[in-house]
């Protein structure tokens, strides 16, 4: 028997130990196998039959895994001459919109987001300096374009207001530390998509973009100096100062709500 084979056996009995849906089993052995195999995404999976024998599983269960599979965003099916499943890669965004609905009836504060980002923000600014190629630092200026002069209008004004969490988004992709860069990217995808974040960017408020226009000049001046402990701690100071506005802001939106009622 060969060393794959005792993995995906051994695998499979742990997770059947543990009184796991079928179909779960199914879908954790076939990514098993896939990782095994070294398979990378657009290489074709097995015909479904030689699945069926592989994982000793009926038609319907492994049909359920391979439906689950795809929705996961880890497979994709094609029909037609040709067709079958083939290994897929999820894209970030897609993989942050699944994450995020984990939190659909629980949302975070603004305080417990700013927890993390005081935590994890400095350290990816540390991370990109002495990285940055001219390309990259040219994606980050371009961000902040959208929003170094003043609103024309509301609409405006929003837009620039994501704009902002743009910037911190490129930094995020910018990481050589790619679990780093996820979880700030999703903090500040949370941000967005925050219904009391919303309110307070829908609400007119250019000390705002001053304010992250002041930090973020002097940290691309750290990065473009290679400065790694400079950039951290300019970031920190981004952070708690963002975090006291935000809160700040929270209070008045929310006093505003109760004035209405």
Known sequence: MSDDTNRSSLSGTLRQRKGRKRTDEICDRIKDWIVDRDMTPGDRLPQEQALIEEFEASKGTVRE????LETQGLIRTRTG???GAFVAELDGGRAM???ANFFFFKQPTIS???QLRRQLEPELAA???GRLSEEDFKRLEETMRLYDHPAAN???EYEQRLAELDFHTVLAELSP???LGFICGFLQNLLQNLTICKHIYESPNPELREHALHYQVRLMQALRGANAEAARTIMYEHMCAAQAYMEACEAEVRRGFLRIE
Do not use: Q
Request: charged share 25%; proline share 9%; net charge negative.
């Open 81 to 83: 001459p040709g067709g």
């Open 112 to 114: 417990d987001i700013y």
């Open 154 to 156: 509301r609409g405006e």
């Open 127 to 129: 991370s990109v300096a």
């Open 65 to 68: 895994a391979l439906k689950s």
């Open 97 to 99: 919109e699944l994450l």
């Open 177 to 179: 530390n790619p679990l």
